[in-house]
C-alpha cells in the first residue's frame, strides 16, 4: 500500500483551471495504477480519470473528457490531475486513489486500495 496526499484544490471561477497534484509515499506507487475520484454532496464518489503505471495509457469519465488530463510522475513519486474548462457540476471532493488496474478502479472504487484524505474543489458560476 501507498500512502496518498493530495493539494492544489480550491475556489475557481466557471471556465478557469487548477491543477491537482498527489504525492505518494512508498516505493509500490510506480507499480500502480493510479486514478482520481470525486464526490459531491448528497451523491456516491464517482471515478473520473484513471493512469496505468507507466503512463502510457489513461481513461477518462465523460463528464471530463477533453477538459482533464491525468499524468503522471514516476521519479517524483507524484499524480497530477489539470482541470481546464472548469464548471459549476466539477464542485467536489476530490481524492486520489491506486489500486491494481485503472479498469478494477473504474468498475468500482472498492477495487482501490489506497486513497488519499481529499481536496476541495469549488467552482463559481
Known amino acids: 500500500q501507498v500512502q496518498l496526499i493530495e493539494s492544489g484544490g480550491g475556489l475557481v471561477q466557471a471556465g478557469g483551471s487548477l491543477r491537482l497534484s498527489c504525492a505518494a509515499s512508498?516505493?509500490?506507487?510506480?507499480?500502480?495504477?493510479m486514478g482520481w475520484f470525486r464526490q459531491a454532496p448528497g451523491k456516491e464518489r464517482e471515478f473520473v480519470a484513471g493512469?496505468?503505471?507507466?503512463?502510457?495509457?489513461?481513461d477518462y469519465a465523460d463528464s471530463v473528457k477533453g477538459r482533464f488530463t491525468i499524468s503522471r510522475d514516476n521519479a517524483k513519486n507524484t499524480l497530477y490531475l489539470q482541470m481546464n474548462g472548469l464548471k459549476p457540476e466539477d464542485t467536489a471532493v476530490y481524492y486520489c486513489a491506486a489500486g491494481r488496474t485503472v479498469y478494477s478502479m473504474r468498475s468500482s472504487a472498492d477495487n482501490v486500495s489506497s486513497w488519499g484524505q481529499g481536496t476541495q474543489v469549488t467552482v463559481s458560476s
Open positions: 493512469i496505468t503505471w507507466s503512463g502510457g495509457s489513461a
Open positions: 512508498g516505493r509500490a506507487f510506480s507499480m500502480l495504477a
